[in-house]
Structures are given as structure tokens and as C-alpha cells.
């Protein structure tokens, strides 16, 4: 599609916007959103007619693009039989759903319960795992994310959490394995996994084994950099949460449908967690819906046993319909498999050349359509471009490499010193090429700031 410059249409959604849009983590008198007139594949517009090509993914879950046809179609239609209907009732749609979501989870998580979103689906993860085990409290990562509700966001490791935390959680943090900025002294990954899983048992140990309900651990955490675990790693959690009663749940909210070129992250590890969280992608993100994959034996806990909660939208029509019309398009289209190819053959090697050329960029990491870049002042000491929760003027050099992506074209993901490459998992060639020959002009800026 063209976009139509409309700039007095544009300059009255921009007004109404601050006039009463409150968003979320933004001080609101300091933020100027870009007012969009249209989206469609790959692509967004504003209404000054300037096309931007998104790898965002919207937030990492656009991962069959905007306004798929047949997705389009199916909650048309769902509208028109069914528009809402209560939980506690058997839907067509919630039906379909499940059993779609449970054909693709990995093991025996054939249980589905819906929820609104990834923060509310780690919550109820967090409640079924506390309830299963008896046990008061959750381990989780620094460096990870699980959402913005009250304890999913004390489950994140990264400053987001800072301001909800007053230490009545329950919630204990431990470092996760990532080698390029190790807390363990390591110089292999061999190395690293021993030494982080070491780490996880001592933490187990001095924070009393019977009294820990769950580990939570994104597969590949995602806005925290996309580190992939080193080969061991997850199994190696496994077998902890085995020995030690402790529930495992892996948070696929973001890495999961086919963002890594598999169905779920945890199927590149051969790993299989008690409970597994999704959301985003399970239908492209058109309307919104989460939920928790739940193991036989965590199940089997509420057969008889009332489960404490629920959602009045769980499961709703509309959002079931689009996720059967996304997973049954990512079938027919074979854009899993599309995602695996164009991170292998396509943006991995890309980056990896960029790398070369750009001091600014300290490491590739990634694999899909689910990448990061490690941006620095200086690749030898690997000091990071910008300081940690930078903000202001300290952020400058982020903020220009943000601005002059958006000046070529390409709209951003960028999150403290790292830069994301997350289109959505049925990219074109064209379209990723266009995207890293905006991306290469916008690293020329982040590299005047380097050493």
C-alpha cells in the first residue's frame, strides 16, 4: 500500500494523544509518539507519508506482520458468529486454540489456560507453581523481563523493577549465564554453564531448597539482549529443579512462534519445563492474548482442587479465532522454517560483516529472526556505549543512533547499549536487506562515539 500524506488528520491523533493517552513506562511530558496512519507486512506509516520499516515487530510480536489477510478474515468472522463469550464455557475457538497451542508445546503441556497477556500469564504461572509446590518463594534471572503487573515485574532483572520493589515478593535474583559480560571469570561456555549452574545450586542451597516453589527463566531472554544459553545450561536447570522439587517454567512470551526458527526456544535445548508462558506471537499480537502451558502433573493438582483464578476475557472468541488463523497460516506458509532460514543464511551473516566493519558493535548474538547487537565505546575492554539505565545526556549516543536508523527508514529496537534485529518471521530477503543497509548508515553515527 501507498501511503497518503494526511498531516491535519495526523496532527489531530497527535493531539488527542496527549490530551488524554497516559503511556506506559514514559514520563508523559517528556515523550513525542509518532502518530501512525497504517501498517501492512513488514511496514508502518505516519501521516506525513513516511514508510518505516519495522524491526521492532511492533514489540517483538507482530510475527506474521500487520494485517494478514487470513487472519484479518478469521476474526472478521468470528465477529460475526461470536463476538465474546464467557469463560466457563466450551468455545469453538478457545477449543481450536488449545488443542493448536498443545500440538506445538513441547512434552506433556497440554493444558492451556488462557490469559490477556504475558504479565498476567506469569503471574498465574507464578500462583499454579506456589500452590502446586506449598512453597513461598521464586528464583529469576538479572538480566530478563517477565512484564509490568506486580509480580511479574518483580520477577524482571533489569531497573524496570526498581521503583515496584519493596523486597515482599518473595522473589530472589541470581545471574544467568552470558559470556560476553560474565559475573563468572569464565572464558568458554563450557566454562560459563558450569560456573552459572554452581551459582543457581548455591543460591538453591543458601536460600533454603524447601522453600523455593519455581525457577523462572526466559528461554532467550529478549529485551535484556537476546543471550542464548550456553549449550547444558537449561538442562542443567532442569535437573536442579528436579532434584530439589523445584516447579521449572520457562517464559516464552517473546521467543516463542517461531521468533526463533522453532516453534518455542525451548525446543532448540531439548528441555521441558513444568509451566510455560506465552503470549504475543501466539496470534501476531492482532488481539490481545497470553496464557500458561501447563505439565500433566501440575494439572492433575487442580483436578479435584479448585484453581484459585481467573480472567473474565480468558480465552475470548476474537482472540482465540486469530490465533487459529495465525498458527494454521504459520503452518501452511511454513514460516518457522522461513525464520530459521533467513537468520542463518541471511541475518547472521549480515551482522557478523557489520561487526567486522563497525567498532562501535561488540557482539552479534542471536538466532531466527531474533538478534541483538552488543554496542561499545571500545571492542577490547568492551565498555558499553552508553551506562547502565542511562538516561539524558548520557544516553546520547543511543538516542543518535536511534534517530538517524529512523532518518534511513528503519525503525528500531534499541534498549540501553544494544540494538535489536527482531523483523517479523516471514521477512523477505528484500526487506532484511533494505533493513541492514539502514541499520549499517545508522552504526556510522554510534561509531563516532567509540574509542
Request: charged share 20%; hydrophobic share 45%; glycine share 10%.
Amino acid at each position: 500500500m501507498t501511503p497518503q500524506p494526511n498531516p491535519q488528520a495526523g496532527a489531530a491523533v497527535k493531539a488527542a494523544d496527549r490530551a488524554h493517552v497516559f503511556h506506559s513506562w514514559s514520563a508523559q511530558e517528556l515523550i513525542d509518539p509518532l502518530a501512525v496512519a497504517g501498517a501492512e507486512g513488514a511496514y508502518f506509516w505516519d501521516y506525513d507519508g513516511r514508510r518505516y520499516l519495522d524491526f521492532t515487530s511492533g514489540l517483538v510480536f507482530t510475527n506474521i506482520g500487520y494485517q494478514h489477510p487470513k487472519v484479518v478474515a478469521a476474526i472478521q468472522e468470528q465477529a460475526g458468529r461470536m463476538t465474546t463469550f464467557a469463560p466457563a464455557f466450551a468455545v469453538e475457538a478457545r477449543s481450536e486454540a488449545a488443542r493448536l497451542i498443545a500440538e506445538r508445546t513441547p512434552g506433556d503441556l497440554d493444558k492451556i489456560f488462557f490469559t490477556n497477556g504475558g504479565a498476567d500469564a506469569v503471574e498465574h504461572a507464578v500462583r499454579m507453581a506456589r500452590l502446586h509446590t506449598g512453597r513461598p518463594k521464586v528464583l529469576s534471572a538479572y538480566r530478563s523481563y517477565h512484564g509490568g503487573t506486580q509480580q511479574a515485574v518483580n520477577l524482571t532483572g533489569d531497573p524496570r523493577r526498581w521503583p515496584s520493589d519493596n523486597g515482599t515478593a518473595g522473589v530472589v535474583h541470581f545471574w544467568a549465564p552470558f559470556l560476553y559480560r560474565s559475573r563468572f571469570y569464565a572464558e568458554t561456555e563450557e566454562q560459563e554453564c558450569a560456573r552459572a549452574l554452581q551459582h543457581l545450586e548455591d543460591t538453591i542451597v543458601f536460600e533454603g531448597s524447601g522453600t523455593i516453589a519455581a525457577i523462572i527463566l526466559e528461554t532467550i531472554p529478549g529485551t535484556a539482549g537476546i543471550m542464548i544459553p550456553p549449550p547444558g545450561y537449561l538442562a542443567g536447570v532442569r535437573a536442579l529443579c528436579d532434584q530439589y522439587g523445584i516447579v521449572f517454567v520457562l517464559d516464552e512470551v517473546m521467543a516463542g512462534f517461531g521468533r526463533t526458527g522453532e516453534w518455542f526456544a525451548a525446543d532448540l535445548f531439548d528441555v521441558v519445563p513444568d509451566l510455560m508462558t506465552f503470549a504475543k506471537g501466539v496470534n501476531s499480537g492482532y488481539v490481545p492474548l497470553g496464557g500458561v502451558a501447563i505439565s500433566g502433573a501440575i494439572a492433575e493438582t487442580f483436578a479435584t482442587r479448585p484453581y484459585p483464578g481467573g480472567l473474565t476475557y480468558s480465552g475470548h472468541p476474537l482472540a482465540c479465532a486469530a490465533a487459529v488463523a495465525t498458527l494454521t497460516v504459520m503452518a501452511e506458509e511454513d514460516i518457522v522454517g522461513q525464520a530459521a532460514r533467513t537468520g542463518e543464511s541471511i541475518i547472521g551473516p549480515a551482522l557478523t560483516e557489520l561487526a567486522a566493519r563497525h567498532p562501535s558493535v561488540g557482539e552479534v548474538r542471536g538466532t531466527g529472526v531474533f538478534w541483538a547487537l552488543d554496542l561499545v565505546r571500545d571492542k577490547e575492554t568492551r565498555e558499553p556505549l552508553v551506562p547502565y539505565n542511562a538516561a539524558g545526556e548520557a544516553n546520547a549516543p543511543m538516542a543518535a543512533f536511534g534517530a538517524a536508523a529512523k532518518a534511513n527508514g528503519l525503525w528500531p529496537f534499541v534498549n540501553m547499549n544494544r540494538t535489536h534485529v527482531v523483523p517479523p518471521c516471514n521477512v523477505t530477503e528484500a526487506e532484511v536487506k533494505e533493513g541492514l543497509a539502514a541499520l549499517d548508515a545508522a552504526l556510522t553515527v554510534a561509531d563516532e562515539y567509540t574509542e
